[in-house]
């Protein structure tokens, strides 16, 4: 307390004079003592934080895109394998794989597996049996698919057309046509067209009708001798003979239904020409559009000149190369 009022009594040259002996006084003791360094023992970091430290440095410096793995392949390649695998129910990876090689494709049993099994394919066998589409292509060699047609004249009569389809080859073979078709005379085309064939007959196995009445146990029996087996479609389901009812279809779509047919006579001459162009110069679907008896292997004069020729009473055009 003595202390505090004798400062008070001071004046204030005294005080700014002890001011300035203090402010002295500071500056030789910094002077005097040095700088603190810190050591190990007063980092603020740790070695571990200084390394991380580095590392996000570097990592932000040199930013390349990522490439892990091997590169993916091309979406070509995958159709490539999910075609082969769907096409092949029996064949696995390691046959998919071996396939693709001779293809020219080197990809890993792994990729193929991943391929397959995005695309809902698992392990082969994946199908129990082929299906009937595959079926029936398999044997197409030795099947033989019949039907009848009917056609109305100007004056309401019906005619009916029996043909025979070849289902490999895809040829017709127009047998007859009749306002009656009885038993009798089915069977009597059945024997004709065995005689057509000759010794062709023996190649096929199958043959492919519905259960309709006109077809009666002489007509199979026409096919019997020959060791070809009658295969009846169920009743009421024409896709079971599907390969005749698109002949059918094509038959009236191209011909039939652009004209009028005055009689038996007429009906013959007009099919008798659609059978010639159908054999021999339309193109199939099924056969790569090749016809089922193209007319000669040669290679055409791409120098020749195109002629076009009227066919089927002038319904359907032909083009040929002629010199």
């Known amino acids: 307390m003595f202390g505090w009022l004798v400062l008070l009594a001071r004046g204030s040259a005294s005080k700014e004079v002890e001011i300035l002996v203090l402010w002295h006084e500071i500056a030789v003791l910094r002077r005097q003592v040095a700088q603190p360094r810190p050591d190990r023992l007063h980092r603020i970091v740790t070695p571990g934080t200084l390394l991380a430290w580095h590392r996000r440095l570097v990592k932000k410096k040199w ?19 999910v075609r082969l695998a769907r096409e092949n129910p029996r064949w696995g990876h390691r046959r998919v794989r071996g396939e693709l090689l001779g293809l020219g494709y080197r990809v890993g049993e792994g990729t193929i597996r991943r391929v397959l099994a995005g ?15 595959q079926f029936l292509v398999s044997q197409a060699s030795v099947i033989l698919a019949c039907d009848f047609l009917h056609v109305d004249t100007p004056f309401l009569k019906r005619l009916y057309v029996l043909f025979v389809m070849e289902v490999e080859t895809r040829r017709v073979h127009i047998l007859g046509v009749t306002a009656h078709p ?4 089915t069977a009597q085309q059945a024997r004709n067209l065995m005689m057509e064939l000759g010794e062709r007959a023996d190649r096929f196995r199958f043959l492919i009708r519905d259960r309709e009445g006109k077809f009666t146990a002489g007509f199979d029996l026409a096919f019997a001798g020959a060791g070809v087996r009658i295969a009846k479609t169920p009743s009421r389901l024409p896709q079971a003979n599907a390969f005749a009812e698109r002949f059918v279809g094509t038959l009236r779509r191209e011909c039939l239904d652009h004209l009028l047919v005055h009689g038996e006579r007429h009906l013959r001459q007009v099919l008798a020409e659609y059978e010639r162009h159908y054999n021999q110069h339309r193109p199939h679907q099924a056969l790569s559009l090749r016809p089922p008896m193209p007319a000669s292997a040669e290679e055409a004069d791409l120098t020749a000149r195109i002629q076009r020729r009227p066919a089927v009473s002038r319904l359907i055009s032909e083009y040929r190369r002629v010199a």
């Open 119 to 133: 695309a809902g394919l698992g392990p082969a066998p994946r199908r129990a049996s082929p299906t009937w589409r």
């Open 182 to 185: 009885t038993g009798v005379w």
């Open 63 to 81: 930013t390349y895109p990522a490439k892990h793995g091997r590169p993916p392949i091309s979406e070509e390649i995958r159709e490539l394998i």
